[in-house]
């Protein structure tokens, strides 16, 4: 209990720190939003100026900070200067177009991930072992820009799937088959350049950690006893395995809300990437620290969860516990 | 209208009716006329009722009050809703009336009296007079309201004053006369009094009518009326049953059923939509897209409407120094102060590769703020000089400049004192067409010697450094005038002016040539007869391209794109471009190409 | 093969693609900022040896391309007009190395222009452009790996060998700084630092952005591999002789590490080339008309460009023989300093 207390408080300590720098880079950029309306010659400099002290941004930046910290003690995350609105609803709507991007994303990959690693483990220095190699080898050097601009080209060719956004005029009105069918189409070229850049990586870490296993003391006797191949895997070597993989689903968990940033960009997806760097270029504050925090809080938390399950699933971390 | 035993038939019916119910109602229930309502014909090409037209907007609008609306789709929006007084018909680029009938001006120019209409309704059936206008702009004109309408409606110094006749007269009284007087009340949308007066009084007016106002508490004058809103999506209007105007067989306009307005954040998306079928009319497209519409025309046309109002232009900064700037910046600031500096910086722009490569032809080169599409305006006489680089390097040599050749071959231009001239352009790094606009300039004056950086800052941190810290050396922007009319644009000739961007908001004109500049806008801000007005303002141009403050490039062409079926599709080149005449666009049922 | 010769091998392979991209001057036919104003958007020229009547030549020649009469972003192959491909042509002046200035280029069209990649919005050539400009991003990865790992060590050998409070407040920085999603950090970070006048102003901001911010990975590796080898015996003697901390670190305990940084330099490079690549991308890198393999593909996001050129792809092809290289490097080299822990 004491280790899940410490890593609580270390994930909070996390939070505090990553919000304050964010908080004070974002707050020294020159320039903000009213300068626009300046621009715009029907528009008097008074209405301007009550512009910017309706929105705070004539006070000091660390009484800012300690104004927004309290706020969003209450739940409320500050105003976006450029789209009107409270900075909260709008972060969870688009985190929530992300979170249905990336789940899914990450879920497939984990599915197809764990089994071709567990074979390639098995099976290694043979055909299986060294076709996955070389594919996720492959996969790996691709950079990302690369596979999602190639995934949009593809998309233009061919016409099979719409190219970007993620839903089409009407959507509201489609029959619940039909809007699944919609979604799932718009979300083929993004899932898959997620897909796809995530295996390397997942595949040679399960791989990596199943072989440490196998060539473990316990593995060898259970082989020598007779144990199937079958049993062996799922009971001894898979939770043998749980430790590190464990962690690595920690990091996919904590990824969710900001690993897809430039494949959303790239493909008009309406999640938080695009949002973040309209922010960032239009210096909408409040948006880009509650941006930058919910994605913070994502992984920290993704991190955490993971050590409550390493806690729950390893016993050897229960174990030195009690012996400190 | 129906065959005859039709008519027969329901000429019958009617008086049937009227005998049934003489007694039970307090007004009649004909479908004609009963208030004696003066309807404004239209006189184009009458089309059939009916069907729904789709556009695209670039985002969510804000907000559905006029008195509060910034931000474009609010006002795309609102434009369809409300009806102004006197409108500026967007083909002609002159006035007519609208739901003025008819106006008189007064000998001096001091006052308007205003003919109203009478019998109008609102779109909610409530009968329109001359306070609603009198409500409407004691509106605009309150301090406490920040309306962004107040500013245009100060005239001289003073705030115009309204004043009720009678119940279909209107008089307003202004402390100077105003050349532009009539094109003041365009787009000054007429409010309501029935609703907004209470709400006014109780001083919450500009927390009122947002977007999710339920449809019955709005009401305006304009084509169509809210429908339904469904946030993220889109917004629905539908016909508005008062609707003042009528075409020559007698149909009330609008046409249309109903107007969608989808949201559709980024042009590359919007360009999609439209390709698909989604969209019947795309507007503000770039030329890159309007040549990949334009290769596949499958049921839509696209138009070149013509050079539009938008002016794009590089400007050098001409502020005065500020106390221990570096003798970095003092030396910049000297060479750009110099007339005949600006003057090579424009001979040596290839104006024709802007037009090619950035607008792909659709574009004009222009060498004054005056675009070919302000065709009242326009002066002829202003020398359009073709790109010549020896003309520039011997502007350069009366300069006090010369011009060596480095080891690399490349030519270095230095001052007097042999520093080599290099200074940096900044522009908006989100417009790709000011940008390639910059890199060719970059280029071209690669070729006398200079060296330029082209530094793209996000478009609030470019207003802060020339509005507010004046810290840059050169800039490329463009502006695009709301109206043909030269006052719109006065903030930026006049030394005073906010936008007066290469040395805003002078205390004294820093220049001869910038204090007869105020002089004669003054001077046509005042004249009466169109002809006058338009040698002053000739004469201003003619200031403008001898001093160069601004060096302008190009005016790109108003590019749109509709659907076949669309019918009295007259796309104009002042804003908005393809809405202007919604009311009199309908569906053509032969759905052929109008090619 | 053995360790050493495939370590061999991929050491030649990236080393040539990176002599490849600095000669750039020599072996790109034009200079990246030459715009060619007839020919914007031109698709790529294909090398004939038999021309459209159908005779052999040994010297390999393009046709001319001449715009179509419609519009402007499309041409057709002028067959009267073949452009020899000549070797060894006077062209464009560059500096080989920075320092030698020459003349001569590998190929060029003499008075013809020859696009065998197409030409981008300008009309300057894309094949000039991709080679130049992976000069600005290979460069500016690897400085920015070099800086991370400087920092990295230096922190990472101070933490493993002081411990105690210096190693918990470095550490509990470290983490901090992998606690934040790293992309979205790089953003705000650039886009709040002002843009510098000069693409090699820029350039240096990018490499540090990027450099400082990674020092935490490489940091908590180091820190791991001096916290063990702090307690070797040769270290515990050296200190019981009365060496003082520097000496010990430098003599004793950095060649430890020595695996380990070039492991992460071959792993964070890619990486890093990555970075610039996604902030040129976004507009948040070098500016034109310097080219970096980021802004070249930067005009991809534009839907009419992604439809009509797909020339302006072959910037993202370019990159990925290099990052093969690294890939192939950071394995072998795995291989190579701890051969009893084959990681894949």
């Known amino acids: ?324 | ?595 | 093969m053995t360790i050493r010769r495939t370590l061999a091998a991929w050491l030649l392979f990236t080393g040539s693609l990176h002599l490849i991209v600095i000669c750039a001057g020599f072996l790109a036919p034009y200079d990246p900022a030459e715009q060619d104003r007839e020919h914007p958007y031109s698709p790529p020229m294909v090398i004939h040896f038999v021309d459209a009547v159908g005779h052999f030549h040994l010297r390999p020649f393009t046709y001319l391309l001449k715009p179509s009469a419609n519009a402007f972003d499309s041409f057709e192959a002028n067959t009267t007009q073949p452009v020899p491909i000549h070797f060894l042509v006077a062209g464009a002046r560059y500096k080989l190395l920075g320092i030698l200035p020459l003349r001569r280029h590998l190929f060029g069209g003499g008075r013809g222009r020859i696009y065998l990649f197409g030409t981008d919005g300008y009309g300057r050539d894309i094949l000039s452009r991709i080679l130049y400009g992976g000069q600005i991003s290979l460069f500016a990865g690897l400085l920015a790996t070099a800086l991370a790992l400087f920092f990295g060590t230096s922190i990472g050998c101070c933490a493993g060998y002081f411990g105690g409070w210096t190693d918990d407040i470095l550490m509990r920085g470290a983490e901090l700084c992998l606690a934040l999603p790293w992309l979205y950090l790089l953003l705000g970070l650039r886009a709040f630092l002002p843009l510098s006048v000069s693409p090699i102003g820029a350039f240096f901001l990018i490499v540090a952005v990027v450099g400082t911010l990674g020092w935490a990975r490489p940091a908590r590796m180091i820190r791991g591999v001096v916290l063990s080898a702090k307690e070797r015996d040769f270290v515990r003697a050296a200190r019981g002789f009365g060496a003082s901390p520097v000496y010990l670190l430098w003599r004793h305990v950095l060649p430890e590490t020595w695996s380990v940084i070039l492991t992460q330099a071959a792993v964070l490079a890619p990486l890093y080339v990555l970075a610039e690549v996604t902030l040129s991308f976004l507009g948040l890198g070098v500016p034109e008309p310097t080219p970096s393999w980021g802004n070249l593909l930067s005009s991809l996001q534009h839907y009419s460009v992604l439809v009509s050129y797909w020339w302006m792809y072959f910037p993202a092809v370019a990159m990925v023989p290099f990052f093969i290289g690294y890939l192939g490097l950071a394995s072998s080299l795995q291989e190579w300093a701890d051969p009893a822990k084959i990681e894949a």
């Open chain 2, 1 to 595: 209208m129906g065959s005859r035993r039709d008519r027969n038939l329901y000429r019958e019916l009617r008086c049937a009716g009227l005998l049934l119910c003489s007694g039970l109602f307090a007004f009649p229930i004909q479908a004609q006329t009963p208030h004696n309502e003066e309807l404004m014909k239209f006189t184009g090409q009458p089309g059939r009722r009916g069907g729904r037209l789709v556009l695209a907007l670039r985002s969510e609008p804000k907000t559905l009050n006029p008195i509060v609306a910034m931000d474009e789709p609010s006002r795309e929006v609102i434009g369809v809703m409300q009806a102004d007084l006197v409108h500026i018909n967007r083909a002609s680029q002159l006035t007519e009336p609208a739901l003025a009938k008819s106006w008189k001006i007064s000998a001096d120019g001091l006052r308007y009296t205003l003919r109203l209409r009478s019998g109008l309704r609102f779109s909610d059936g409530q009968p329109m007079d001359a306070d609603d206008v009198v409500f409407t702009f004691r509106v605009y004109l309150d301090e406490s309201i920040h309306a962004p309408q107040r500013d245009l409606l100060i005239v001289g110094g003073k705030p115009i004053e309204v004043r009720k006749v009678n119940a279909s007269t209107v008089e307003f009284l202004l402390a100077k006369p105003y050349g532009a007087g009539e094109r003041l009340f365009d787009g000054i949308a007429i409010l309501p009094r029935h609703l907004l007066e209470k709400p006014y009084l109780e001083g919450k007016l500009a927390q009122y009518w947002p977007l999710s106002t339920p449809a019955i508490q709005l009401a305006g004058l304009g084509p169509f009326r809210l429908k339904e809103y469904v946030p993220g999506e889109r917004l629905v209007l539908e016909r508005n049953p008062y609707y003042w105007k009528v075409d020559e067989k007698g149909t009330r306009l609008p046409y249309l059923d109903e107007v969608d307005f989808l949201f559709v954040p980024s042009a590359d998306a919007q360009v999609l939509r439209f390709q698909s079928g989604e969209t019947d009319i795309i507007t503000q497209l770039g030329a890159e897209n309007f040549s990949v519409l334009s290769r596949q025309e499958r049921g839509f046309t696209m138009t070149d409407a013509g050079p539009g109002l938008e002016f794009n232009f590089l400007f050098f900064n001409l502020n005065g120094l500020p106390s221990g700037a570096s003798a970095e910046t003092a030396r910049k600031r000297a060479w750009f102060n110099s007339v005949k500096f600006r003057q090579a910086v424009s001979a040596a722009v290839d104006r024709e590769a802007i037009v090619r490569l950035v607008y792909q032809g659709h574009g004009t080169a222009i060498w004054g703020p005056v675009t070919p599409g302000d065709h009242r305006w326009i002066e002829a006489g202003i020398k359009h000089p073709p790109r010549a680089i020896e003309r520039s390097l011997e502007l350069l040599r009366e300069a006090g400049f010369s011009i060596g050749n480095r080891s690399k071959g490349d030519r270095t231009l230095v001052d007097h004192e042999g520093v080599p001239v290099k200074f940096t352009i900044v522009t908006s790094a989100s417009n790709a067409d000011r940008l390639k606009m910059a890199t060719l300039i970059q280029d071209d004056l690669k070729q006398i010697g200079m060296q330029v950086q082209v530094v793209p800052l996000e478009f609030r941190s470019l207003l802060d450094r020339v509005m507010q810290s004046k810290d840059y050396d050169a800039c490329v922007l463009g502006l695009a005038s709301y109206d043909t009319d030269p006052n719109s644009d006065i903030n930026i000739w006049l030394s005073s002016g906010g936008t007066h961007l290469w040395n805003p908001s002078q205390t004294h004109p820093a220049t001869a040539w910038e204090a007869e500049i105020d002089r004669l806008m003054e001077q046509q801000l005042t004249a009466l007869k169109f002809a006058k007005r338009k040698k002053i303002y000739d004469h201003v141009q003619e200031l403008l391209a001898q001093n160069q403050p601004m060096i302008f490039l190009a005016s790109p062409d108003v590019l749109v794109g509709a659907k076949n079926k669309i019918g009295n599709f007259h796309p104009a080149v002042i804003e908005p471009y393809a809405l202007w005449n919604i009311e009199e666009l309908y569906h053509r049922n032969d759905g052929a190409s109008t090619k």
């Open chain 1, 1 to 324: 209990m004491r280790y899940l207390a410490r890593r609580l408080l270390h994930a909070i300590f996390l939070l505090l720190g990553a919000s304050l720098l964010t908080f004070f880079f974002t707050a020294l950029a020159p320039g903000s939003y009213v300068d626009e309306m300046r621009m715009n010659p029907q528009i008097s400099a008074d209405s301007i100026a009550a512009l910017k002290a309706q929105y705070n941004l004539d006070k000091p930046v660390p009484i800012r900070y300690a104004m927004w910290l309290r706020s969003v003690a209450n739940g409320n995350m500050g105003f976006s200067f450029a789209y009107d609105v409270p900075v909260g609803p709008l972060l969870l709507m688009r985190a929530r177009n992300t979170l249905v991007l990336t789940i899914t994303a990450t879920l497939l990959a984990w599915i197809i991930a764990l089994p071709l690693g567990i074979w390639s483990a098995e099976r290694s220095g043979h055909w299986p072992d060294r076709t996955i190699t070389w594919i996720t080898g492959t996969l790996l050097v691709i950079p990302d820009i690369a596979l999602a601009l190639g995934f949009l080209e593809l998309a233009v060719r061919s016409g099979w799937f719409p190219t970007g956004g993620m839903v089409s005029i009407g959507f509201d009105s489609m029959t619940l088959a039909e809007k699944l069918k919609d979604l799932g189409a718009h979300m083929v070229p993004p899932v898959s350049v997620l897909v796809l850049a995530a295996q390397p990586l997942l595949i040679r870490h399960v791989r990596a950690a199943m072989r440490e296993e196998f060539g473990k003391g316990y593995v060898r006797a259970a082989e020598a006893h007779g144990i199937s191949k079958k049993r062996i895997l799922w009971r001894y070597a898979l939770p043998g395995a749980a430790n590190p993989l464990i962690s690595l689903f920690g990091f996919s968990l904590g990824a969710l809300l900001s690993g897809s940033l430039l494949v959303e960009i790239v493909t008009s997806w309406p999640g938080l990437g695009p949002l973040l760097l309209e922010a960032i270029l239009a210096r909408d504050l409040y948006v880009v620290t509650g941006g930058i925090l919910i994605s913070t809080v994502c992984l920290v938390g993704g991190n955490f969860i993971a050590d409550v399950m390493l806690y729950w699933a390893d016993p050897r971390i229960r174990k030195k516990e009690t012996a400190e």
